[in-house]
């Protein structure tokens, strides 16, 4: 089964920044596109930002670009998103994800994704 632990979520300020960590096995991590996503109370989940772990740029939805950075460790498994300038709309359950299928076309959009971590709480405050 494949396991996807997040971390990092917490409480801020509008302003503040936080930095989420995806952490999952070597399988599921090398080239693959993993992806971030996010889902607020009484709304869809949507997608964040996604990257093919094996190079090539990531991708951001419009409400996060300029603000969310992703990046990945390869010595550790591992996923990132840097959020800087949070505002309280970015308020939502942020989940890491995999893709079904193995593309470097690696964009965050929920269909596309099998596996999920258990998902961190992000609060952003005004």
């Known amino acids: 089964q494949v396991q996807l632990v997040e971390s990092g979520g917490g409480s801020v300020q509008a302003g503040g920044s936080l930095r989420l960590s995806c952490t999952t096995s070597?399988?599921?991590?090398?080239?693959?596109?993993l992806g971030w996503f996010r889902q607020a109370p009484g709304k869809e989940r949507e997608g964040v930002a996604a990257?093919?772990?094996?190079?090539?740029?990531?991708y951001y939805a419009d409400a996060v670009k300029g603000r969310f950075t992703i990046s990945q460790d390869n010595s550790e498994n591992t996923l990132y998103l840097q959020m800087d300038s949070l505002k309280p709309d970015d308020t939502a359950m942020y989940y890491c994800?995999?893709?079904?299928?193995?593309?470097?076309?690696?964009?965050?959009?929920?269909?596309?994704?099998?596996?999920w971590g258990q998902g961190t709480q992000v609060n952003v405050s005004s």
């Open positions: 994800a995999a893709a079904l299928f193995r593309t470097r076309v690696c964009i965050a959009t929920v269909p596309h994704f099998g596996d």
């Open positions: 070597t399988y599921t991590y090398n080239n693959n596109c």
């Open positions: 990257i093919y772990t094996g190079g090539g740029s990531p």
